[in-house]
């Protein structure tokens, strides 16, 4: 089946890490992604992970992936303010992208 | 254009009247999709073409929707006898054939169905 699953709200300091999680339920999936949503945008691409890969770091982003238990985190050091947007984990089957609900990341001052 | 281009922005409609909604994918992008974004329901799947393959409809909820892509490039979605459930954001994105490019979103459509 296609589901993905990630928690609907997270609050982080300002400055402090924020760490969003997501499941998946399909292990053929080649490529995970995570998208990044401004109010009134579309999405924007921030990173994606191939399958076979356990980490990527990309400046303040941490992906990592726990392909056994199909398990998806994106870790974001040092939250800033410009972070407070909600992020989608999508996972590509064939060539559907399917997309969780998204996470809104509050950033408390 | 640089990026993916939808119109209208806004449209707001009666409930039974028809409406037509239009994506412009980035040139040279044989993929396009189209997701539908309700309040709380995440980004919904709704078709997908690939160059001048058969299109994955697999998504559609109803058969009051429909999608065409014309010449491999501007694509429109057609939403018959609109219904208030309707109500939502359309977002476009296309991208290569590449496995691993990116899906590149437009801004979306927000489609208000009284």
């Known amino acids: 089946g296609e589901d993905v699953e990630q928690s609907l709200f997270l609050s982080v300091r300002e400055g402090d890490s924020s760490v969003i999680n997501c499941t998946y339920t399909d292990s053929s999936s080649t490529y995970l992604y995570w998208y990044k949503q401004e109010p009134g945008a579309g999405l924007q691409l921030l990173t994606y992970?191939?399958?076979?890969?356990d980490m990527k770091q990309d400046q303040r982003l941490t992906v990592l992936l726990n392909k056994k238990d199909k398990h998806l985190s994106l870790r974001i050091a040092d939250t800033q303010t410009g972070d407070s947007a909600i992020y989608f984990c999508a996972e590509s089957l064939d060539d559907k992208i399917i997309f969780g609900k998204g996470t809104r990341l509050h950033i408390l001052p | 254009g640089a990026g993916v281009s939808q119109s209208p922005s806004n449209k707001v409609t009666e409930k039974g009247k028809d409406v037509e909604l239009r994506c412009d994918p980035i040139?040279?992008?044989?993929?396009l999709y189209w997701y539908r974004q309700s309040l709380g329901q995440g980004l919904e799947f709704l078709i997908y073409f690939q160059g001048n393959s058969a299109p994955d409809k697999s998504g559609l909820p109803s058969d009051r929707f429909s999608a065409e892509r014309t010449g491999g490039s501007v694509s429109t979605l057609t939403i018959q006898r609109t219904q208030q459930e309707d109500s939502a954001v359309y977002l476009c994105a296309s991208k290569t054939g590449s496995d691993n490019s990116p899906l590149h979103f437009g801004n979306g459509t927000r489609l208000t169905v009284t």
């Open positions: 992970i191939f399958s076979n890969m």
């Open positions: 040139s040279g992008h044989t993929a």
